[in-house]
């Protein structure tokens, strides 16, 4: 498969044809998906959804929302607010899949144009192998905890392992594609869900309500700060592949469930397991101060020893279940840059990324906190951005995709969306001129603008309020339902 592929070639699944080894690979790569190949129902959306974001690591974003100086009550109402709100931004985008058939990315050119595209697509591959590479280390880091609490070795041995493992089940099943993904994702929802229920049940004592509730309020600037974070930690990671798992759905399946499917199945978990991570996190200073270091093998402190086998089956399938949806989509990513590769090797080198990514972060940072915040907030601008524009486009369009144009840089979406662009790249430049990140030293040089708005420059009240991604996200938008309303038109009219 290459990337100028005729959108409407057929390119189905053919068991052991196409992929290493006789094995039966996805063959679809960002190719329209014919009719005959559309099948399922809005809620198979729920099974990927939910296997992708029930990781354990949700109860250590408690410990980080609390971080902004935000008492209970005011990190649960951001924490749970921001969870919804971004995931339906991930369930709109995953209506463009269904309208249109084809991944995020290549539905992307509508607005951006087939070579302007290159921009989102290339922020939208590095924020998919970051996050694979996030999510890879952190089941390490577990899984070596685990194995040191039990007497089975400690190390660089025990990491090494641990590391191979987990790596080879996600290259593996990003290399197979999407069927063998959403029959993945299934299992995985159910023994997390199991497996977490246990977990919660024996950590139960450990929250104590009179340090919960003694934690005190914080400012309003932190309160939008953590809002804003639990939203750039959650769907806003997700909204640059909403369409990559709904584009195999039928043309007449139901648009709510779309919607209302992939936003239920990302956002309950998290929901939970958010504030449960306040309750304990609240409770317990040093837990705080450990998750800092390892979010996920800190949690196992909590449980008894009989019970840490479970726990890094929980912990590692839960990362898994997002790292492969990651690898999944980045491969799609790297294709639509223009890589004439079938989609399962593209798959391949993103999983080689994903690797060097890991051994970096377990063996080299200093500390995860850090560089996991400064990425967030720093590609989660242009993501925010890019997201504000790919709705606008969404909601000014009333016909369907013209599908041929998307590969063609000659059709009625032209070479370049000039306006599409020049957003993204303005709202950047605002939002990283009103964010900063304190622990990553190498961002110093954001939050240009706070002086200058006025908001007490990079050491006041809204140094860490975040307010870069919430207006690169309203650039995007607003600026688009302005500038784009014509160039849909013209579109539309085109045929």
Request: contains cysteine; charged residues 10%; glycine residues 14%.
């Amino acid at each position: 498969m290459t990337a100028e592929v005729r959108p409407t070639q057929s390119q189905g699944p053919k068991p052991g044809a196409g992929g290493p080894a006789g094995l039966p690979v996805e063959l679809n790569g960002i190719n329209v998906i014919a009719e005959e190949e559309r099948k399922g129902r809005p809620r198979d959306l729920f099974w990927p959804w939910c296997a992708a974001n029930i990781a354990v690591l949700g109860i250590s974003y408690g410990s980080f929302f609390l971080g902004f100086g935000v008492s209970f009550w005011q990190a649960t109402f951001a924490g749970v607010l921001g969870t919804v709100v971004s995931f339906l931004l991930v369930g709109f985008v995953s209506l463009a899949g269904k309208r249109g058939s084809a991944p995020t990315m290549i539905l992307s050119r509508a607005p951006f144009g087939v070579r302007g595209n290159a921009l989102p697509a290339a922020i939208s591959y590095v924020l998919l192998v970051g996050w694979e590479t996030v999510l890879c280390a952190l089941a390490t880091l577990a899984t070596a905890t685990v194995f040191d609490r039990l007497g089975w070795g400690s190390g660089n041995l025990t990491k090494v392992v641990a590391f191979l493992v987990v790596a080879l089940i996600v290259v593996l099943a990003g290399v197979l594609g999407f069927d063998a993904i959403m029959r993945l994702q299934g299992i995985i929802t159910i023994a997390t869900a199991v497996l977490t229920v246990g977990y919660l049940a024996l950590t139960a004592d450990h929250v104590s309500w009179a340090a919960v509730s003694s934690v005190p309020n914080g400012s309003v600037e932190a309160l939008i700060g953590t809002l804003i974070f639990a939203m750039t930690g959650f769907g806003l990671g997700w909204v640059n592949s909403g369409a990559d798992y709904a584009r195999y759905l039928p043309r007449g399946a139901s648009s709510r469930g779309v919607v209302g499917w992939t936003t239920f199945g990302a956002s309950v978990a998290p929901v939970v397991l958010v504030v449960y991570g306040l309750l304990l996190a609240a409770s317990d200073e040093q837990l705080r101060s450990a998750i800092a270091a390892d979010p996920i093998g800190a949690l196992t402190a909590l449980v008894p020893t009989w019970y840490l086998v479970p726990f890094a089956l929980v912990a590692i399938l839960g990362l898994i279940g997002g790292a492969v949806l990651d690898i999944y989509s980045s491969g799609l990513a790297l294709l639509t840059l223009g890589l004439r590769v079938p989609r399962w090797v593209a798959a391949s080198i993103d999983g080689v990324l994903m690797i060097l990514g890991t051994i970096y972060v377990v063996w080299i940072a200093n500390s995860f906190i850090g560089p996991f915040q400064g990425f967030l907030i720093t590609l989660g601008v242009p993501i925010a951005g890019w997201c504000g524009v790919f709705l606008a486009d969404l909601a000014l369009r009333r016909q369907a995709y013209a599908e041929a144009d998307l590969y063609r840089p000659e059709g009625r979406y032209g070479s370049i969306g000039a306006a599409a662009v020049g957003l993204v790249v303005a709202g950047t430049a605002v939002g990283w001129g009103l964010v900063t990140n304190s622990l990553a030293s190498w961002l110093s040089w954001q939050g240009y603008l706070l002086s200058a708005a006025g908001l007490g420059g990079r050491t006041g009240d809204w140094a860490y309020a975040n307010l870069g991604v919430a207006m690169s996200f309203a650039i995007g938008f607003l600026g688009y339902l302005l500038l784009g309303r014509r160039r849909v038109r013209d579109q539309e009219r085109t045929g």
